[in-house]
């Protein structure tokens, strides 16, 4: 007999649980709650979880006796596999419960929109035609499917059935589906140029992070509707919000949000209660503010799934997955997958106005030279080149990085590349030196305090940083912010500045403080690093020159 506790328990889940449970020799009992460190039991041997709960290494080194979390969910993004792995425990999921439900959800919130069914809800007069109301057809409409597994089938099936021409993006395209079910694979581009109505149907991961991000939204059809009741990180939020209120898309339904969790009341006012919350936290709070304030656009709190039909089918194979794990029979284990470690490129912005001129830039924004906005296209021509490709990018809040990285940008001419303002990444603060001329400085002070000032470890500008300052923030941004991507397989470019850069790779390489006034690099050269996944330092780099020529140090 094992001890078993769900959590995230509705009345329903435990009607459905305890029937389906109850010719068995287990005891159960059940949390309302999520999962959390003061809730988790140590005398537990099995825990079961919905989305909402998210099943930290903590909370599964605090129940000593556990060996199986089953996932009520198709998704198991909510649980540190590894963590499980590292302590011998077994994750199960549901691999399908509701292929028509969502598929069902989708057409209800794409037909919501389409017939303008909130605002004829809203109508509180009696005027029987109202042109504001006018709504559009399905019927001869392209309808777009991301995804063609399960789900994304049976909404194509759906699309066939309101007699809409159905076209669909697979990166693994199935062709003998697309005979039967009668529709055509197009490329993601085609698809977006093409649909009037787009909906989701994808899981989320590193591959498929912000799919439709900024540039792929405005590729869309003008007027054209976005449907999510996938995952809320395959769309840009953001860039969401702006093509909607520029007026380039007709509307957006979202059963998924990134940051959905804060759709929950409690979950919010727990946000205002931490002081100071993360800014990506806050930030999605205002997106889902925007979006629920725009009137072409709906937003439900993750609800597609839910139907008694498909709770019952949850539920079930939750309990055929627990009962087949004391059977040796474990048909749905999901296993963190081993993930080679994404490259890391580092770059200095190409040449601004005060390089050219030999002048102190500091954190003052400078732009780029005409030089530097030629040797940008340069750097992204070798990128594309190499056949390096770029998940992530990093950039400061100096212009400078960020026109480099825009120009880099254009000519790689991918609209995948996610691109992230890291502050902790800015340049030295140069305090008094800021705007002089480095070379009359060094006349001034002599070469002996200049290179103290300019490669040592712990010497200051005048009311400016020190290097050791500059380290002791890049660092953190890299741990917490670089390096997790990195381990999730992702290549990232980080377009910074000397100082910023010299302290990164002070860190990878493990160079001794009194060694640090040796470092140094071409301007405009790239340094790529494989990292260790388990430390994150340097396992090896490769120099590469990206043709400028152009020749600065540190």
Same mark, same amino acid.
């Given at each position: 007999?094992?001890?078993?506790?769900?959590?995230?328990?509705?009345?329903?889940?435990?009607?459905?649980?305890?029937?389906?449970? *109850? +010719?068995?020799?287990?005891?159960?009992?059940?949390?309302?709650?999520?999962?959390?460190?003061?809730?988790?039991? %140590?005398?537990? +041997?099995?825990?079961?979880?919905?989305?909402?709960?998210?099943?930290?290494?903590?909370?599964?080194?605090?129940?000593? *006796?556990?060996?199986?979390?089953?996932?009520?969910?198709?998704?198991?993004?909510?649980?540190?596999?590894?963590?499980?792995?590292?302590?011998?425990?077994?994750?199960?999921?549901?691999?399908?419960?509701?292929?028509?439900?969502?598929?069902?959800?989708?057409?209800?919130?794409?037909?919501?929109?389409?017939?303008?069914?909130?605002?004829?809800?809203?109508?509180?007069? +009696?005027?029987?035609?109202?042109?504001?109301?006018?709504?559009?057809?399905?019927?001869?409409?392209?309808?777009?499917?991301?995804?063609?597994?399960?789900?994304?089938?049976?909404?194509?099936?759906?699309?066939?059935?309101?007699?809409?021409?159905?076209?669909?993006?697979?990166?693994?395209?199935?062709?003998?589906?697309?005979?039967?079910?009668?529709?055509?694979?197009?490329?993601?581009?085609?698809?977006?140029?093409?649909?009037?109505?787009?909906?989701?149907?994808? %899981?989320?991961?590193?591959?498929?992070?912000?799919?439709?991000?900024?540039?792929?939204?405005?590729?869309? *059809?003008?007027?054209?509707?976005?449907?999510?009741?996938?995952?809320?990180?395959?769309?840009?939020?953001?860039?969401?919000?702006?093509?909607? =209120?520029?007026?380039?898309?007709?509307?957006?339904?979202?059963?998924?949000?990134?940051?959905?969790?804060?759709?929950?009341?409690?979950?919010?006012?727990?946000?205002?209660?931490?002081?100071?919350?993360?800014?990506?936290?806050?930030?999605?709070?205002? +997106?889902?503010?925007?979006?629920?304030?725009?009137?072409? $656009?709906?937003?439900? %709190?993750?609800?597609?799934?839910? /139907?008694?039909?498909?709770?019952?089918?949850?539920?079930?194979?939750?309990?055929?997955?627990?009962?087949?794990?004391?059977?040796?029979?474990?048909?749905?284990?999901?296993?963190?997958?081993?993930?080679?470690?994404?490259?890391?490129?580092?770059?200095?912005?190409?040449?601004?106005?005060?390089?050219?001129?030999?002048?102190?830039?500091?954190?003052?924004?400078?732009?780029?030279?005409?030089?530097?906005?030629?040797?940008?296209?340069?750097?992204?021509?070798?990128?594309?080149?190499?056949?390096?490709?770029? =998940? $992530?990018?990093?950039?400061? =809040?100096?212009?400078?990085?960020?026109?480099?990285?825009?120009?880099?940008?254009?000519?790689?001419?991918?609209?995948?590349?996610?691109?992230?303002?890291?502050?902790?990444?800015?340049?030295?603060?140069?305090?008094?030196?800021?705007?002089?001329?480095?070379?009359?400085?060094?006349?001034?002070?002599?070469?002996?305090?200049?290179?103290?000032?300019?490669?040592?470890?712990?010497?200051?500008? %005048?009311?400016?940083?020190?290097?050791?300052?500059?380290?002791?923030?890049? $660092?953190?941004?890299?741990?917490?912010?670089?390096?997790?991507?990195?381990?999730?397989?992702?290549?990232?470019?980080?377009?910074?500045?000397?100082?910023?850069?010299?302290?990164?790779?002070?860190?990878?390489?493990?160079?001794? =403080?009194?060694?640090?006034?040796?470092?140094?690099?071409?301007?405009?050269?790239?340094? $790529?690093?494989?990292?260790?996944?388990?430390?994150?330092?340097?396992?090896?780099?490769?120099?590469?020159? /990206?043709?400028?020529?152009?020749?600065?140090?540190?």
């Amino acid at each position: 007999m094992a001890h078993l506790v769900f959590y995230d328990s509705t009345e329903l889940d435990k009607a459905q649980l305890t029937n389906a449970l *109850k +010719e068995t020799d287990h005891y159960w009992e059940y949390q309302d709650d999520k999962i959390s460190l003061e809730t988790c039991n %140590p005398n537990a +041997e099995i825990i079961s979880v919905f989305t909402t709960s998210t099943v930290t290494r903590e909370m599964i080194s605090a129940m000593p *006796k556990l060996t199986l979390i089953a996932c009520r969910s198709t998704g198991f993004n909510h649980v540190d596999l590894e963590a499980a792995a590292d302590h011998n425990v077994t994750v199960v999921n549901v691999p399908t419960y509701g292929d028509a439900t969502v598929a069902e959800y989708a057409f209800t919130l794409l037909l919501a929109l389409t017939r303008k069914l909130q605002e004829v809800l809203a109508v509180e007069n +009696e005027r029987l035609v109202m042109p504001e109301l006018t709504g559009q057809d399905l019927l001869g409409k392209t309808f777009g499917v991301i995804g063609t597994g399960h789900i994304g089938q049976r909404a194509i099936k759906m699309g066939k059935g309101f007699s809409m021409n159905v076209i669909a993006y697979d990166k693994y395209p199935n062709e003998a589906i697309a005979k039967e079910l009668d529709f055509k694979y197009a490329d993601l581009d085609e698809l977006l140029s093409q649909a009037d109505y787009i909906s989701l149907h994808l %899981p989320y991961n590193p591959g498929t992070h912000h799919i439709l991000n900024r540039e792929r939204l405005l590729s869309m *059809k003008k007027g054209a509707i976005v449907i999510n009741t996938g995952r809320g990180g395959l769309v840009d939020t953001r860039a969401l919000i702006e093509v909607l =209120d520029d007026g380039h898309l007709g509307g957006a339904a979202l059963d998924v949000l990134e940051g959905e969790n804060l759709l929950d009341y409690e979950e919010e006012t727990a946000l205002l209660r931490k002081g100071e919350a993360p800014e990506e936290l806050l930030r999605h709070s205002v +997106e889902i503010s925007a979006l629920k304030k725009m009137p072409n $656009v709906i937003v439900s %709190p993750h609800n597609a799934f839910n /139907t008694v039909e498909a709770i019952g089918r949850i539920n079930q194979t939750t309990v055929d997955n627990i009962v087949g794990f004391y059977n040796h029979e474990i048909p749905n284990k999901v296993e963190a997958k081993p993930v080679e470690p994404g490259k890391l490129i580092l770059l200095r912005h190409t040449e601004s106005e005060w390089n050219a001129k030999g002048v102190w830039s500091g954190v003052t924004d400078i732009n780029l030279s005409e030089k530097g906005k030629n040797d940008r296209a340069i750097v992204g021509q070798k990128l594309k080149e190499l056949g390096l490709t770029i =998940d $992530v990018a990093f950039h400061t =809040d100096q212009k400078r990085t960020a026109d480099t990285l825009s120009g880099i940008c254009q000519v790689i001419d991918d609209g995948r590349i996610r691109t992230v303002c890291e502050s902790s990444f800015n340049e030295r603060n140069y305090g008094e030196y800021t705007g002089m001329d480095k070379w009359k400085v060094k006349e001034e002070i002599g070469e002996e305090m200049f290179n103290q000032i300019r490669r040592g470890w712990d010497v200051p500008f %005048p009311n400016g940083e020190t290097l050791k300052e500059v380290y002791e923030r890049v $660092v953190p941004a890299y741990q917490n912010g670089v390096f997790p991507l990195l381990k999730e397989g992702k290549n990232v470019l980080i377009v910074a500045h000397g100082n910023s850069l010299r302290a990164l790779i002070k860190y990878l390489d493990s160079i001794p =403080d009194d060694e640090v006034g040796n470092l140094e690099m071409l301007m405009n050269q790239m340094m $790529v690093y494989q990292v260790n996944p388990q430390t994150g330092l340097k396992e090896s780099v490769e120099i590469l020159d /990206t043709g400028t020529k152009v020749e600065a140090k540190f």
